[in-house]
């Protein structure tokens, strides 16, 4: 379900929205910004921690996009934030 496009578009927006700059969500490696490190590259580079947030947001997001004309169809609703602990989400984890 989760398409390049998609990935493209998170990205993106990231980038205009403003809230993130390239050394925020891209490895930079041999002078080019990559999304993922390539399988050649045999430098240990850390993981980029600070996406996860972003990553987190975006895709709580794209989510309630995705599930929401089904739960329309059983009158519920889908939306962000949720807390229920019976399904692991507690308020700690929510994303801001």
């Not at 850390?46 to 996860?52: D, G, I, K, Y």
């Amino acid at each position: 379900m989760w398409t390049i496009q998609d990935e493209i578009a998170f990205f993106e927006n990231a980038l205009q929205g403003g809230f993130a700059t390239k050394k925020d969500i891209f490895y930079e490696i041999d002078k080019k910004y990559l999304a993922y490190i390539p399988k050649e590259v045999k430098e240990n580079i850390p993981t980029l921690q600070s996406r996860n947030s972003l990553i987190g947001s975006y895709t709580e997001t794209w989510c309630q996009r995705l599930l929401e004309s089904v739960a329309k169809k059983f009158g519920l609703f889908a939306i962000n934030g949720v807390i229920c602990e019976e399904l692991g989400l507690i308020k700690s984890s929510r994303v801001i």
